[in-house]
């Protein structure tokens, strides 16, 4: 495959990073996931494409600068094409989760009421675990209702370790069996 194939084709990429490896995945020169190790609703590995360097491929290569810089406490957000794959309603969610300032959080309440859907904390909290491009879009800025840190398809530690990295504070960790997503 030829550089030019995988700007249209699907590839991926493996970094190393604070969080453990991340799997970037981009299709038609858009980034379509960023997946952790372990992450609940990771798609199965034989759907990323072809196994490339980053630089074989701009967007990756790009995603993989503004990751460093991220985690290197020197970029506060991602300037990147980004082609997330869902529902309408989970893409609304998505989008809304980029307007979330860096080094603050949210509750899964307040984002249903930003996207119009005032009694849908629920679905909102479903459609952010299913976020294909963690980190980048910040679902990790969502938290419970009392601002308690819950829910977070990378687990609770990585989230934690992000809202830290933003200097957002950490919130404390729910109770065991205690929902308060909503």
């Not at 495959?1 to 299709?27: K, N, Q, Y």
């Not at 858009?30 to 196994?51: C, I, N």
Request: charged share 20%.
């Amino acid at each position: 495959m030829t550089t030019a194939d995988r700007t249209t084709g699907r590839a991926h990429t493996v970094l190393d990073s604070p969080v453990g490896p991340l799997t970037l995945v981009a299709e038609d020169g858009a980034l379509t996931g960023l997946y952790m190790e372990r992450q609940r609703h990771r798609p199965a590995d034989t759907l990323f494409g072809e196994r490339v360097e980053g630089e074989a491929v701009p967007v990756l290569s790009a995603a993989a600068e503004q990751l460093a810089a991220y985690f290197a406490g020197e970029r506060r957000g991602f300037d990147l094409p980004l082609q997330p794959r869902g529902t309408v309603f989970q893409r609304r969610v998505w989008a809304a989760l980029r307007d979330i300032p860096y080094g603050t959080t949210l509750t899964y309440g307040r984002l249903a009421e930003e996207i119009g859907s005032p009694g849908a904390s629920r679905a909102v909290g479903l459609a952010n675990g299913k976020n294909p491009i963690g980190i980048v879009i910040p679902c990790h800025r969502v938290v419970g209702s009392g601002g308690s840190l819950t829910g977070y398809g990378g687990g609770l530690e990585r989230k934690r370790f992000l809202l830290d990295l933003e200097g957002a504070g950490v919130p404390a960790l729910a109770p065991a069996g205690v929902d308060t997503l909503f």
